[in-house]
Nanobody
Framework: LVRLQETGGDSVQVGGSLRLSCGVS??????????MAWFRQVEGKEREAVAGAIIGGDLADYASSVEGRFTVSSNDRATILYLQMTNLTQEDTATYYC???????????????????WGQGTQVTVSS
C-alpha cells in the first residue's frame, strides 16, 4: 500500500521561498514512472492543481498561477517528490497535498479525481 507524507510547510513572508517534500513509502519496487501531483486547498474553496510530474521521468507541468515560481522535481531513487516554491505571495497560502498514481499526460494531472492516493497535507502560510 503506497503512502504519501508531505513535509516542509511553514509560515513565510511575501517574497520568500519554501521547499515541500512528499515522501513515498510502501512501494517495494521503484516508484519511478508514476504520475504524481501537488494540489492546494484553501478552506471553503475547491482544491486547485499546482504541478504535475512523472516521478523520475521527463514530464513536469504547472498551473499558470505558479509557472516560473514553482519547480517540481524528485530524488534519484524516486522516493521523494519536491515542490520548490519561490517568490511566494499571500495567494499561495493554502494546505498543500501531494497525490499519486494518477494520469499526467494531456493535462490530466490537473484533475484530482484521477488520483487515488493522497497525503495528509502540509500548511503553507504567506504573510506580509
Amino acid at each position: 500500500l503506497v503512502r504519501l507524507q508531505e513535509t516542509g510547510g511553514d509560515s513565510v513572508q511575501v517574497g520568500g521561498s519554501l521547499r515541500l517534500s512528499c515522501g513515498v513509502s510502501g512501494y517495494f519496487v521503484s516508484y519511478s514512472g508514476h504520475c504524481m501531483a501537488w494540489f492546494r486547498q484553501v478552506e471553503g474553496k475547491e482544491r486547485e492543481a499546482v504541478a504535475g510530474a512523472i516521478i523520475g521521468g521527463d514530464l513536469a507541468d504547472y498551473a499558470s498561477s505558479v509557472e516560473g515560481r514553482f519547480t517540481v522535481s524528485s530524488n534519484d531513487r524516486a522516493t521523494i517528490l519536491y515542490l520548490q516554491m519561490t517568490n511566494l505571495t499571500q495567494e499561495d497560502t493554502a494546505t498543500y497535498y501531494c497525490a499519486a498514481d494518477g494520469r499526467c499526460r494531456g493535462g490530466l494531472w490537473k484533475r484530482s479525481e484521477h488520483f487515488p492516493i493522497w497525503g495528509q497535507g502540509t500548511q503553507v502560510t504567506v504573510s506580509s
